[in-house]
């Protein structure tokens, strides 16, 4: 999106704005603005011209224009029908030097989770990256996977559902009880899955290059076309405005990267994790035990026979309240 459709989208989420002053906020024509809201129109807007100048009558259900329209968080938005991995092109923008930009795509034909493990992402998800540059060390990269796990858990509770957070960054839905309870405490899901982080970086010994938090949550998607343990927003409360919902998480999560001391607090908050008994599968061993707290940037603190570990990385499984 070029900087002046984006300004124009600004400018008329504050209400309706003259066209002479379209054009003098905008530093271009009068002839370029009606260019431009021409374009709007042909993107779905519903645009009017009256007495107070142009005025947004209504705004497009998803898409580049859809998203950054009254968007409050200073991402630029790149949408795709479908696409391979938002991941990958994120690195590409990277590349480019790009920043503070959210590669947005309705059905994703290559994604990936954690450990490359195959993500299933239909059409009607949520599937997203943002590629952020934080003027940050490597070693504090795991507080933004954080930050963006509450950022989702919240913008999905404001769709109505219950969601929680297992550690580091499985956003889920229930506690696994049900018909299939002996088996989420058989494979350690703690609840049926909603979303999931990815995130990937370059840096070096003292600061990171950039950033990337791959985002994926079902949405407007039947349980049908997903993973077994799986569910979606559809399943537990029916179809979300995905255009709002994608704002939400955006403005979450960048309120949040810019206040890191308040990510470990609401982290702990929707975190379903503490207090459960827990087996930790880490590149040194086994940890199992009680999970008391998570410190500063993302450890996760396990009170074993033997004391207190505190375990950076590695594979959750709940096993039962402790």
Same mark, same amino acid.
Request: charged share 30%; with cysteine.
């Given at each position: 999106?070029?900087?002046?459709?984006?300004?124009?989208?600004?400018?008329?989420?504050?209400?309706?704005?003259?066209?002479?002053?379209?054009?003098?906020?905008?530093?271009?024509?009068?002839?370029?603005?009606?260019?431009?809201?021409?374009?709007?129109?042909?993107?779905?807007?519903?645009?009017? =011209?009256?007495?107070?100048?142009?005025?947004?009558?209504?705004?497009?259900?998803?898409?580049?224009?859809?998203?950054?329209?009254?968007?409050?968080?200073?991402?630029?938005?790149?949408?795709?029908?479908?696409?391979?991995?938002?991941?990958?092109?994120?690195?590409?923008?990277?590349?480019?030097?790009?920043?503070?930009?959210?590669?947005?795509?309705?059905?994703?034909?290559?994604?990936?989770?954690?450990?490359?493990?195959?993500?299933?992402?239909?059409?009607?998800?949520?599937?997203?990256?943002?590629?952020?540059?934080?003027?940050?060390?490597?070693?504090?990269?795991?507080?933004?996977?954080?930050?963006?796990?509450?950022?989702?858990?919240?913008?999905?509770?404001?769709?109505?559902?219950?969601?929680?957070?297992?550690?580091?960054?499985?956003?889920?839905?229930?506690?696994?009880?049900?018909?299939?309870?002996?088996?989420?405490?058989?494979?350690?899901?703690?609840?049926?899955?909603?979303?999931?982080?990815?995130?990937?970086?370059?840096?070096?010994?003292?600061?990171?290059?950039?950033?990337?938090?791959?985002?994926?949550?079902?949405?407007?998607?039947?349980?049908?076309?997903?993973?077994?343990?799986?569910? =979606?927003?559809?399943?537990?409360?029916?179809?979300?405005?995905?255009?709002?919902?994608?704002?939400?998480?955006?403005?979450?999560?960048?309120?949040?990267?810019?206040?890191?001391?308040?990510?470990?607090?609401?982290?702990?908050?929707?975190?379903?994790?503490?207090?459960?008994?827990?087996?930790?599968?880490?590149?040194?061993?086994?940890?199992?035990?009680?999970?008391?707290?998570?410190?500063?940037?993302?450890?996760?603190?396990?009170?074993?026979?033997?004391?207190?570990?505190?375990?950076?990385?590695?594979?959750?499984?709940?096993?039962? =309240?402790?």
């Amino acid at each position: 999106m070029n900087e002046t459709r984006r300004a124009l989208l600004d400018a008329l989420a504050d209400g309706p704005v003259a066209g002479p002053e379209l054009a003098d906020r905008l530093g271009v024509s009068r002839a370029a603005v009606w260019k431009q809201v021409e374009a709007l129109r042909e993107d779905g807007f519903g645009v009017e =011209s009256g007495d107070g100048g142009y005025r947004v009558t209504d705004v497009p259900e998803y898409g580049e224009s859809a998203i950054a329209f009254g968007l409050d968080a200073p991402f630029e938005i790149e949408y795709h029908d479908s696409f391979g991995s938002t991941n990958d092109r994120a690195r590409d923008l990277a590349v480019e030097g790009r920043s503070d930009i959210a590669i947005v795509t309705d059905e994703q034909t290559g994604a990936r989770g954690r450990l490359e493990r195959q993500w299933t992402a239909p059409s009607g998800g949520v599937w997203m990256s943002l590629l952020v540059r934080p003027d940050r060390p490597p070693a504090h990269v795991p507080v933004f996977t954080l930050a963006a796990a509450v950022a989702t858990t919240r913008a999905a509770r404001e769709a109505g559902v219950d969601a929680h957070i297992k550690w580091p960054n499985d956003v889920l839905v229930g506690d696994g009880g049900g018909p299939d309870a002996a088996d989420s405490v058989a494979t350690g899901r703690g609840g049926r899955k909603l979303a999931g982080v990815l995130t990937e970086m370059e840096g070096e010994a003292d600061r990171v290059s950039w950033l990337i938090v791959g985002i994926g949550v079902n949405a407007n998607v039947d349980t049908a076309d997903l993973p077994p343990g799986a569910t =979606s927003i559809r399943e537990e409360v029916g179809d979300v405005d995905r255009r709002a919902f994608v704002q939400r998480l955006l403005e979450e999560f960048h309120a949040l990267r810019a206040d890191t001391e308040a990510v470990l607090p609401a982290w702990r908050e929707y975190a379903s994790t503490l207090g459960r008994r827990v087996r930790v599968e880490t590149p040194g061993g086994t940890v199992e035990g009680e999970a008391v707290d998570v410190r500063f940037p993302g450890a996760l603190v396990v009170r074993t026979d033997d004391g207190e570990e505190v375990v950076h990385a590695g594979d959750c499984e709940h096993l039962r =309240s402790a």
